[in-house]
């Protein structure tokens, strides 16, 4: 059984960066997809951004384009979320998600693995 465990998570001012983890244990991540979501208690969940399998693909929330960077290390089983220039509104609980597919990330429907989050707290 896959697991995934976020790490990377903080408190930054705004204008900082962070970079956030996702390690693989209990299998590899070659032949997975890899999203970022995060989530604020009491609002929906919002998607940050995905990688395909062999990371030819990516996607980013417009309101992340520019500033985030969606990375992967299949060696590693490590996919990174590097964060620039965060914002408050960018403060929420981050995490990340695994789909045993090669379609790219358009067409993922489904999130089979997730692991438990890390808080990012952007501010002053």
């Known amino acids: 059984q896959l697991q995934l465990v976020e790490s990377g998570g903080g408190f930054v001012q705004p204008g900082g960066s962070l970079r956030l983890s996702c390690a693989a244990s209990g299998g590899t991540l070659e032949d997975h997809a890899i999203a970022w979501f995060r989530q604020a208690p009491g609002k929906e969940r919002e998607d940050v951004s995905c990688i395909s399998y062999s990371g030819a693909s990516t996607k980013y929330a417009d309101s992340v384009k520019g500033r985030f960077t969606i990375s992967r290390d299949n060696a590693k089983s490590t996919v990174y979320l590097q964060m620039n220039s965060l914002k408050p509104e960018d403060s929420d609980v981050y995490y990340c998600?695994?789909?045993?597919?090669?379609?790219?990330?358009?067409?993922?429907?489904?999130?089979?693995?997730w692991g438990q989050g890390t808080q990012v707290t952007v501010s002053s």
């Open positions: 998600a695994a789909a045993p597919t090669r379609r790219v990330c358009d067409y993922i429907v489904k999130w089979n693995f």
